[in-house]
């Protein structure tokens, strides 16, 4: 079984500051996908970014960027320029390799992020 | 844009009561899921649906049941309502295919059972 671990339950950060969102993650497969879920208040869930695990080059997304180190299973987050907008919680999720139908996330346990203007 | 959405926001229910928990999908995505969202747990899968009529269970279906009738829409059911069952409901989607595909998720809805 999968576990991922988000050890920051709360963070803030100034606005136009730069922010990291830290996640490490358990697991035997060697073909995976790691994904950033943003969770704005009262709204729904939207993707921030993903990572192909076979992939050595980190993601970017604009001002999103992640930090993926295989070996040492992490997988962290950075936002820069931070916007007032991105006052969220944050989630961390990982999903095996395609494997027949099986298609689900294992989530963390979230960070809320707070930009203070 | 996909959409996802779910029949209420927020709902309130008594102890006992028989609660159905409606999620529609419009892009026609094989995979269906629900999942339950609790501070400080993330969120845990209860039951995904890859094909209507099919359904396996997740980490935690315990006291929940599921009905997948069509394509586009799949049904999360208390069967009798507990308090312990107070949460907030997500239902999310995605394509049946390989690769990376992100799971579109509907608003939630905000349930408590009195």
């Known amino acids: 079984a999968q576990t991922v671990t988000q050890s920051q339950p709360e963070m803030s950060v100034q606005e136009a500051e730069t922010v990291t969102l830290s996640c490490t993650y358990d697991t035997s497969e060697n073909n995976y996908y790691l994904f950033w879920y943003k969770q704005p208040p009262s709204r729904q869930m939207i993707l921030v970014i993903r990572?192909?695990?076979?992939?050595?080059q980190n993601a970017t997304e604009n001002r999103f960027s992640v930090n993926f180190q295989k070996a040492a299973k992490s997988f962290s987050l950075k936002i820069s320029d931070s916007q007032l907008g991105d006052t969220a919680m944050y989630f961390c999720?990982?999903?095996?390799?395609?494997?027949?139908?099986?298609?689900?996330?294992?989530f963390g346990s979230g960070t809320q992020l707070t930009v203070l203007p | 844009d996909v959409k996802v959405t779910q029949s209420s926001r927020y709902l309130v229910k008594r102890t006992g009561e028989k609660v159905f928990l409606e999620c529609v999908q419009d892009m026609d995505h094989e995979n269906m899921f629900w999942y339950r969202q609790d501070p400080g747990l993330g969120l845990r899968l209860i039951y995904f649906s890859y094909d209507v009529k099919m359904k396996e269970k997740g980490d935690i279906p315990e006291g929940y049941s599921v009905s997948r009738e069509k394509k586009e829409r799949f049904s999360l059911i208390l069967e009798s309502a507990s308090t312990n069952q107070t949460s907030m409901y997500l239902c999310?989607?995605?394509?049946?295919?390989?690769?990376?595909?992100?799971?579109?998720f509907g608003p939630g809805t905000r349930l408590t059972v009195t």
């Open positions: 999310a989607s995605t394509p049946l295919q390989t690769g990376s595909s992100e799971q579109y």
């Open positions: 990572q192909e695990a076979y992939k050595q």
């Open positions: 999720a990982f999903m095996k390799g395609f494997s027949g139908s099986a298609r689900q996330l294992t």
